[in-house]
């Protein structure tokens, strides 16, 4: 099959190891290369196998979900205990921009359609249970949170249910976290950079979703704005909050409320 990229790289089995593989795939979203990191189950994959791509924040790589938080050991447990059906997990870099493009098109990139359409394509290319009747999610921590529920609502055609984890929900929020100037991101239309927003404007064809907060997280109030914006539409969702704050350890716990959400989709 010919490959729908200049260039594709995949990483060899006899050196993989812990169900991780590796694409490197050129694509002009990106004017270059983007990196993803793929789990693949050690379970026998079926036809139309899910696949959930797992955003990460700010400072980050595609190494990040699996280095960090051991989420494919967590998936790889999961799925052993018949709690969640065999799933294969996406974790491509945010297109390396800065300190984080917010998965948004700025600056003569376009690291929105890098997610919602480059890594998918890839994905099939070198998964081939991964086929255009698979489901599709999307989910995410922070700047991934906040591309998670933006990308998810945007592009509902493309994902089944959408996750996000301590989210920024709006762009003023990546001045906490980043030195690049917030103009860098601002969008013709002000409100495609707001998660509540998109969400709103998206609300008839919206798939299901769900996020959370930790109660000492910098980003708490931000997510309980979101959740009573979203109420007051009458947007049906679900949103918690646990114990924890905006730190790996919540995160590595927390992913698993999405992937049993996506399971039950």
């Known amino acids: ?133 698979s489901k599709v999610f999307i989910g995410g921590l922070s700047m991934g949170g906040y591309g998670a529920l933006r990308l998810g609502a945007k592009y509902s055609n493309t994902f089944s249910g959408f996750s996000g984890h301590s989210s920024i929900t709006d762009i003023p929020q990546m001045g906490l976290f980043v030195e690049e100037e917030l103009k860098n991101y601002k969008q013709k239309n002000s409100a495609e950079a707001s998660v509540f927003e998109t969400i709103k404007n998206n609300k008839e064809n919206i798939s299901p979703f769900r996020f959370d907060c930790g109660r000492n997280d910098e980003l708490i109030e931000h997510n309980r704005k979101l959740h009573q914006q979203l109420v007051k539409e009458n947007i049906s969702h679900i949103y918690e909050e646990f114990e924890g704050k905006h730190e790996w350890s919540y995160w590595e716990n927390h992913v698993e409320d999405s992937l049993r959400f996506f399971n039950k989709l």
């Open 1 to 133: 099959m010919k490959s729908k990229f200049k260039t594709i790289e995949v990483s060899n089995a006899e050196f993989e190891s812990d169900n991780l593989r590796f694409i490197t795939i050129k694509t002009p979203n990106l004017k270059g290369r983007g990196d993803i990191c793929l789990y693949v189950p050690s379970a026998k994959l079926e036809a139309n196998t899910p696949l959930v791509i797992l955003l990460h924040g700010v400072y980050g790589s595609a190494w990040i979900w699996s280095q960090k938080a051991g989420v494919h050991r967590t998936a790889e447990r999961m799925i052993s205990t018949n709690e969640i059906k065999p799933t294969v997990i996406a974790m491509p870099s945010d297109g390396l921009w800065g300190d984080g493009s917010a998965y948004l098109p700025h600056n003569n990139f376009n690291f929105e359609k890098w997610i919602a359409e480059d890594v998918i394509t890839a994905v099939k290319e070198v998964v081939e249970t991964i086929t255009d009747s």
